[in-house]
C-alpha cells in the first residue's frame, strides 16, 4: 500500500510500529531489573515491597507491548534497555529510578505522537500515565529514603554458596525470558497459557534467591544466559524441558551440599518446582505432537 502524495510521514508502516513498540518494551525490561536491585538491595521493608509492586507494574506494561508486537506481526525484543545504576546510597539510586521514569515519559510521549493507530495510542497513553505516576513515588522515595536512613545491606561475601545462589538467579532470569518470548509466540494458547504460568514462578524464584543471597551477606548479579530462540512449540518444549532436567539435578545437588538448613529447604522447594514445570511441559508436548 503506498503513501498517499501530501500524506508522507502520517502513515507509518507496521515494521517501523514495530521497532519503536520495542523500544518501548526493551525500556520496561530495563526498569524491571533496576527497580528489582534497587528492592532487593534495600533490605526487606515497606519501601521495597513498595518497589517491587512498581516492578510488577513495569511487567504488566512489557507484556501489553509484547502482545501488541505479536498482533503486528513482529517478535518482541528480549534485550534489556538502558538502565541507570550506579549511587553509592539507596537516595541516589531512587533518584536514579525517577530519571529512568523521565526517560521512558519522554520516549512514550514522542511514540504516541509517531504512531497513528488510535488503539495503540490508547494503550501508550496508559503506560505513559503510569509511568507519570511512578516518578512520582519514587520522587516520594528520594525523601522516604533520607528520612528512614535506607541503607544498602549487601554484603561481600563470595564463597561456594553465593556462587551457587547467584547461578540459580542467572538461570531464573533466563527461563523467565524464554517462557515469556515462547508464550507470546506459540499460537498453542494452552501452552502459552502454561508458560505465563511458569515464567511468573521462575521470578518467585528469582526474587526468593536474590533475597537469600543478600540475607547470607551476598550481592546478586541479575543477568541472563543464552535464551531459546525455536520457533515451533514442540522445539520450544523440548528445549525447556531439557533446562528444566538440568536445573532439577543442580538445585538438589545445591541442597545436598549446603549446610544451612533454611538454604537447604529453599533449594528444595524450588527443585521440586522445577520437576513439576518439566511434568507440565513433557504433558504439553505430548499432545503438540499428536
Ligand atoms: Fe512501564
Ligand atoms: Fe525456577
Ligand atoms: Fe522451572
Known amino acids: 500500500m503506498g503513501v498517499e502524495p501530501g500524506k508522507r510521514g502520517e502513515v507509518m508502516d507496521k515494521k517501523k510500529i514495530i521497532e519503536l513498540l520495542n523500544q518501548d518494551l526493551e525500556g520496561e525490561h530495563g526498569a524491571i531489573i533496576q527497580y528489582l536491585i534497587h528492592a532487593y538491595s534495600m533490605g526487606e521493608g515497606e519501601m521495597s515491597c513498595e518497589i517491587e509492586a512498581l516492578a510488577r507494574e513495569e511487567m504488566r506494561h512489557l507484556d501489553f507491548l509484547a502482545e501488541v508486537i505479536v498482533e503486528l506481526g513482529g517478535v518482541p525484543s528480549m534485550k534489556r534497555g538502558k538502565m541507570r545504576m550506579g549511587g553509592k546510597a539507596v537516595t541516589d539510586w531512587m533518584s536514579n529510578d525517577v530519571l529512568l521514569e523521565g526517560d521512558a515519559i519522554k520516549q512514550y510521549k514522542e511514540h504516541i505522537k509517531a504512531i497513528s493507530g488510535p488503539k495503540i495510542k490508547r494503550l501508550l497513553r496508559r503506560i505513559l500515565s503510569d509511568e507519570e505516576s511512578h516518578r512520582g513515588d519514587f520522587q516520594h522515595f528520594v525523601d522516604k529514603a533520607k528520612k528512614e536512613g535506607a541503607k544498602d545491606v549487601r554484603g561481600k561475601r563470595r564463597d561456594k554458596v553465593t556462587k551457587t545462589l547467584n547461578w540459580g538467579i542467572e538461570h531464573e532470569y533466563t527461563v523467565i525470558l524464554q517462557y515469556l518470548l515462547q508464550s507470546y509466540l506459540t499460537p498453542n494458547e494452552e501452552a502459552s497459557e502454561e508458560l ?93 505432537k499428536e
Not at 231 to 250: F, G, P, S, Y
Not at 255 to 270: G, S
Not at 275 to 280: L, S
Open 196 to 288: 505465563q504460568d511458569q515464567a511468573i514462578n521462575e521470578m518467585q524464584h528469582l526474587g526468593w534467591l536474590a533475597e537469600e543471597l543478600i540475607d547470607g551477606g551476598g550481592s546478586p548479579k541479575i543477568e541472563h544466559a543464552k535464551v531459546d530462540r525455536s520457533t515451533k512449540t514442540a522445539d520450544m518444549l523440548k528445549a525447556d524441558i531439557k533446562i528444566e532436567k538440568k536445573v532439577t539435578d543442580a538445585y538438589d545437588r545445591a541442597a545436598k551440599e549446603v549446610k544451612e538448613k533454611d538454604l537447604k529447604q529453599l533449594l528444595r522447594r524450588i527443585r521440586d518446582h522445577e520437576i513439576y514445570h518439566t511434568e507440565v511441559f513433557t504433558d504439553l508436548l505430548k499432545e503438540e
